[in-house]
């Protein structure tokens, strides 16, 4: 299988951010990895080992440091559990899994036998989202309650903003190595500055195969069938997943919806402060 980093050097470069960025939290942590059917993951295991699981997963083109940041209010009252997904930059596996079945849940069940969790709680954000609905899709009696913040997979935004502010502005900084083209289209997507972000991404676009195959939406039967609760916190002026168009549609198609939040103040990545408030919501739910 061809690496999807190119050239090789460049995955330790992203590596060395990752270590980085996860040094700069200043947690205690340990690793566990498991093999599954898709390969080699890596799960990053912090919090508080007496209390309840919780399982986190990053969005695309991400890694499990940048979910424990954002879930780190979190850290006292959970064992949390943060995933690295297969095929992106981070220290799984470079497996490449479809959107279009149910690979997906597959991966995310195996991971969760593995690690023996008993009806642990899911929370995840964009591509995150995707996969813990998979994961649903595919069998939903052995999780609690899952927290789905910007979700990929219920809605699409207009591509023709997402063309014209984000996935321009990454081809002319690959093609230009000009940081502004990154500064441009992170405005886009990020409510607040993000210094890690800027040169976590910068090295991806160079160094790494990106997946920009289109992201499905889920079929209304799918959705009638997951019994979960499900908590879903959208955000409003989200170009990729718009927040009022999501909440319309889940209220139709979830029928274990339990809470809708809009985040009027966010775009698609959240600020600290809209973090916090989703960690409290978790936290309030139990």
């Known amino acids: 299988m061809e690496s999807l980093y190119k050239p090789q050097t460049g995955k330790a470069e992203i590596l060395n951010l ?31 080992a007496k209390k309840q699981p919780i399982l986190v997963v990053h969005g695309s083109n991400g890694c499990a440091p940048i979910a424990l940041e954002t879930y780190s209010e979190l850290a006292s009252d959970f064992q949390i559990f943060a995933v690295d997904v297969l095929a992106q930059p981070n220290k799984s596996a470079e497996t490449r899994l479809s959107m279009q079945n149910d690979d997906y849940g597959k991966w995310l069940h195996e991971v969760i036998d593995h690690l023996k969790l008993v009806n642990p709680t899911l929370a995840g954000f964009s591509f995150g989202g995707l996969i813990i609905l998979k994961a649903l899709e595919f069998k939903d009696s052995n999780i609690k309650e899952v927290f789905l913040t910007a979700p990929a997979y219920i809605v699409n935004g207009n ?12 081809k002319r900084y690959m093609k230009t ?10 405005n886009a997507l ?11 991404l910068s090295k991806v676009l160079l160094c790494f195969r990106m997946d920009f195959t289109p992201v499905p939406v889920i079929h ?7 019994k979960t609760p499900i908590t879903l916190i959208a955000a409003k002026d989200d170009l990729m997943f718009p927040g ?35 960690s409290n919501l978790i936290l309030g739910a139990f």
């Open 159 to 170: 591509p023709l903003k997402a063309l014209f502010k984000v996935f321009i502005p990454m």
């Open 244 to 278: 009022e168009k999501m909440i319309k549609r889940a209220n139709k198609i979830f029928p274990s919806l339990k809470q809708t939040v809009l985040l009027k103040q966010s775009k698609h990545v959240q600020n600290t402060f809209d973090n916090k408030r989703i």
């Open 18 to 48: 990752y270590n980085q960025k996860l040094k700069d939290l200043n947690i205690n942590y340990s690793y566990i990895e498991v093999q599954t059917a898709f390969g080699k993951t890596n799960i990053i295991v912090s919090g508080n």
């Open 177 to 186: 190595r000009k940081t502004k083209y990154v500064e441009w289209f992170l």
């Open 220 to 226: 209304n039967r799918d959705a009638a069938s997951i």
């Open 190 to 200: 990020f409510s607040e500055k993000d210094d890690f972000a800027l040169a976590f």
